[in-house]
């Protein structure tokens, strides 16, 4: 593999690539990976405070009171996780405002979901729950052969830090439900795709 960093793609064509510098690559396939950047710079000077997006607290609480913020924008604090998340997911924007809503309300309302996201690619349902960050990876099937596998990632203390599934929906709906709870999931059992996920916790 070949990093061409600050390269500048000029075109995309029938065979390839041509770089703004005029450099041709040959390719069969070209695969697009479109990043994000929140828009908040029109907020920049104003009272709300940003950093990566808008800060929010628990309760999606701007700087500025009586306004709040949600979606792709929103960095807001999570007690799950103990760390600001800035999440670029629907299920973030459509889950965000009842909470949003009732802290405008008065209410005490915390947003403290298990991250999620869904995606049909090539005819296949993909969905993630959790935060990976780091944790050891094990897989229920095989990637490389079988039309639906699930890929788990525990904690050290082997809890459920996050699921993958590929047409494997049991395990993202119990997963999702075991990743909440925080339960010690039994190792050796979880490589099973035969085991149903939630039989999987240690007692
Ligand atoms: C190509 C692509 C594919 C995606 N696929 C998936 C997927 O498969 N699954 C998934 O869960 N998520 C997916 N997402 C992410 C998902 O679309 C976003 O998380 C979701 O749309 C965020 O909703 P939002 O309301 O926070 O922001 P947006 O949908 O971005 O809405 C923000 C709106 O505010 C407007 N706006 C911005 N600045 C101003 C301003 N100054 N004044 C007035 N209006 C303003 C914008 O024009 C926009 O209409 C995808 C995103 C992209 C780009």
Redesign the pocket.
């Known amino acids: 593999m070949e990093l061409r960093l600050g390269a500048v793609v000029g075109s995309v064509d029938p065979d390839g690539l041509t770089l703004m510098s005029g450099t041709r690559i040959p390719a069969d396939v070209v695969v697009t990976g ?1 990043g ?1 950047r929140p ?2 710079d ?1 907020l920049k000077g104003s009272a709300v405070e940003l950093d990566n997006g808008v800060v929010v607290d628990e309760h999606l609480r701007t700087s500025v009171p009586g306004v709040v913020a ?5 960095n807001w604090w999570s007690r799950r996780s103990g760390r600001r998340m800035r ?7 459509l889950g965000a405002p009842d909470t949003a809503a009732a802290s405008l309300l008065g209410e005490d309302a915390v947003y403290d979901p298990v991250p ?5 690619q090539f005819g296949r349902m993909v969905q993630f729950a959790g935060c990976r960050d780091g944790g050891r990876l094990i897989l229920r099937g095989k990637p490389e052969s079988d039309r639906k596998w699930a890929a788990c990632w525990l904690t050290d203390d082997d809890r459920l830090a996050a699921v993958l599934t590929v047409d494997r929906p049991r395990d993202l709906v119990q997963g999702r439900r075991l990743i909440e709870a925080a339960r010690r999931m039994d190792v050796a059992r979880i490589s099973d795709p035969a085991a149903p996920l939630r039989d999987c916790v240690l007692p």
């Open positions: 479109v994000v828009a908040v029109w949600v979606g792709d924008c929103a999440v670029e997911h629907w299920d973030n924007a999620y996201f869904w995606s049909e």
